[in-house]
């Protein structure tokens, strides 16, 4: 297909899928020549972006035109729906047209209706990081495709210290890779807590101190955390998936559920003896603490993504965390 439509919020994800593309479709000699980006922000970049598209590719190789995370499957003028109609279907040999998008594709918009008949689209989606077996598996595939040879114990002590950042994860898999360059033995636990920041790890940490209710470890946990540059986002992001787990386990056990095969099924927890564990961390919280955390981590959310102050907002929601399981 002459046409391409990338969204999801994994970012790097996309960028290595673009990069095949660009890699398969443009002369280097000719690159210049034949690769447009056309940002955003720019004035009519939907419409400069189907008119560079068909002008076929100067010298070898093909053209590729990339319109940046846009909008044309949210909203569509009729000047630019018109354009898309008479357009993508006569793009000429050789000619692609790439779209990206951070945001779900609307079903519903006519624009969204011809790409579809034109377009290959993919989505390139985070694994929500309580979703730990596919996390896994993911760390796993990675690994394999880097050529890093890991441990089980290694995929996921990894996991746990990367968590859905693809990018980070790929970083640390390269180091990995170069330090076992020369070796066939697969690398143990040692090497990667040698090696590897577990950022992730502390984000658990910073849940179970809020979940005890001990405001000084959590606030000094939480500075860590910030020093150690994780972006806030992805620390509530872990906070919110771990009291959400907690609060399913709670939930169902206090229902009268006490099969940990149902419970895991029910979580997506791909290993039933986590369930034990969950049930002993959660034995001290009740169902009414667990239920009201979950306001105030959303509340944090979109606070960070309105541009509150980072480090003020953080530490004001996780000393108000840490009251509320503090509640007898």
Same mark, same amino acid.
């Given at each position: 297909?002459?046409?391409?439509?990338?969204?999801?919020?994994?970012?790097?994800?996309?960028?290595?899928?673009?990069?095949?593309?660009?890699?398969?479709?443009? !002369?280097?000699?000719?690159?210049?020549?034949?690769?447009?980006?056309?940002?955003?922000? #720019?004035?009519?970049?939907?419409?400069?972006?189907?008119?560079?598209?068909?002008?076929?590719?100067?010298?070898?190789?093909?053209? $590729?035109?990339?319109?940046?995370?846009?909008?044309?499957?949210?909203?569509?003028?009729?000047?630019? $729906?018109?354009?898309?109609? %008479?357009?993508?279907?006569?793009?000429?040999?050789?000619?692609? $047209? #790439? #779209?990206?998008?951070?945001?779900?594709?609307?079903?519903?918009?006519?624009?969204? /209706?011809?790409?579809?008949?034109?377009?290959?689209? %993919? &989505?390139?989606? @985070?694994?929500?990081?309580? /979703?730990?077996?596919?996390?896994?598996?993911?760390?796993?595939?990675?690994?394999?495709?880097?050529?890093? /040879?890991?441990?089980?114990?290694?995929?996921?002590?990894?996991? !746990?210290?990367?968590?859905?950042?693809?990018?980070?994860?790929?970083?640390?898999?390269?180091?990995?890779?170069?330090?076992?360059?020369?070796?066939? +033995?697969? $690398?143990?636990?040692?090497?990667?807590? +040698?090696?590897? *920041?577990?950022?992730?790890?502390?984000?658990?940490?910073?849940?179970?101190? =809020?979940?005890?209710?001990?405001?000084?470890?959590? @606030?000094?946990?939480?500075? !860590?955390?910030?020093?150690?540059?994780?972006?806030?986002?992805?620390?509530?992001?872990?906070? =919110?998936?771990?009291?959400?787990?907690?609060?399913?386990?709670?939930?169902?056990?206090?229902?009268?559920? *006490?099969?940990?095969?149902?419970?895991?099924?029910?979580?997506?927890?791909?290993?039933?003896?986590? =369930?034990?564990?969950?049930?002993?961390? =959660?034995?001290?919280?009740?169902?009414?603490?667990?239920?009201?955390?979950?306001?105030? @981590?959303?509340?944090?959310?979109?606070?960070?993504?309105?541009?509150?102050?980072?480090?003020?907002?953080?530490?004001? /929601?996780?000393? &108000?965390?840490?009251?509320?399981?503090?509640?007898?």
């Amino acid at each position: 297909m002459p046409v391409y439509f990338y969204w999801g919020e994994d970012d790097f994800a996309i960028e290595k899928a673009i990069a095949v593309v660009r890699d398969r479709i443009l !002369d280097p000699l000719w690159t210049s020549f034949n690769y447009t980006v056309l940002p955003p922000d #720019l004035p009519d970049a939907p419409i400069q972006a189907l008119n560079q598209v068909m002008t076929p590719p100067f010298g070898a190789g093909g053209r $590729l035109v990339w319109l940046v995370n846009t909008s044309l499957c949210q909203q569509c003028s009729d000047n630019v $729906l018109s354009e898309l109609e %008479r357009t993508v279907p006569v793009i000429p040999e050789n000619s692609y $047209l #790439l #779209l990206t998008s951070s945001r779900k594709p609307d079903e519903r918009l006519k624009s969204t /209706k011809i790409l579809k008949k034109f377009a290959e689209f %993919r &989505e390139f989606s @985070l694994i929500p990081p309580w /979703k730990t077996e596919l996390l896994v598996q993911s760390v796993s595939q990675a690994a394999q495709t880097v050529g890093v /040879k890991l441990t089980h114990s290694s995929v996921e002590m990894l996991t !746990d210290a990367v968590g859905n950042n693809t990018r980070l994860l790929y970083n640390e898999l390269e180091k990995l890779r170069l330090y076992a360059q020369g070796s066939n +033995q697969p $690398l143990n636990t040692d090497a990667v807590a +040698q090696l590897v *920041r577990n950022t992730t790890q502390n984000n658990l940490q910073l849940a179970v101190a =809020i979940r005890t209710g001990d405001t000084a470890k959590a @606030l000094a946990i939480l500075t !860590d955390i910030i020093n150690a540059c994780e972006p806030p986002l992805r620390v509530v992001a872990t906070l =919110i998936g771990q009291f959400r787990t907690w609060l399913w386990v709670k939930l169902m056990v206090e229902s009268g559920e *006490r099969n940990p095969q149902v419970i895991a099924k029910a979580l997506e927890i791909g290993n039933p003896n986590r =369930i034990y564990y969950l049930q002993k961390e =959660i034995q001290s919280v009740s169902v009414e603490q667990l239920i009201a955390t979950l306001p105030i @981590l959303l509340d944090l959310e979109v606070s960070l993504k309105q541009g509150a102050s980072e480090m003020s907002a953080l530490q004001t /929601k996780v000393i &108000e965390l840490c009251q509320v399981c503090q509640r007898t």
